[in-house]
């Protein structure tokens, strides 16, 4: 089961339904992340990254490793979400796992 997408109430009201997104993990819990574009990654410290491609999650991890990695090495075609609420690098872990599909597809090393 890979982890769904939900739609923010607040941001439809908003007018900003396409930016904010709730995943929900193999738990139930919800985790809001935001969209952002893959060159502004970079721009931030610490949080949760997460690439997103046809509606799954293709890539997840920490937002430094994602700014480190090179663009090369990206996932192609995928929209980047943040998430910033997991304030410790425990939290972080957790919601990673929690997210993390359970087949996450292979990538050949370069």
Do not use: K
Not at 75 to 85: C, I, N, Q
């Amino acid at each position: 089961m890979n982890p769904l997408p939900q739609i923010s109430r607040v941001a439809i009201a908003a007018g900003l339904p396409a930016r904010y997104l709730y995943w929900i993990g193999r738990s139930g819990r919800r985790y809001l992340f935001t969209c952002t574009g893959g060159t502004a990654i970079s721009d931030f410290d610490s949080g949760i990254a997460i690439a997103v491609a046809g509606g799954e999650i293709v890539w997840i991890g920490d937002v430094g490793m994602l700014a480190r990695m090179p663009r090369s090495a990206r996932p192609r075609r995928a929209e980047v979400y943040v998430h910033f609420l997991a304030s410790t690098p425990a939290e972080r872990r957790a919601v990673i796992d929690d997210l993390r599909p359970e087949r996450q597809p292979l990538r050949l090393a370069a």
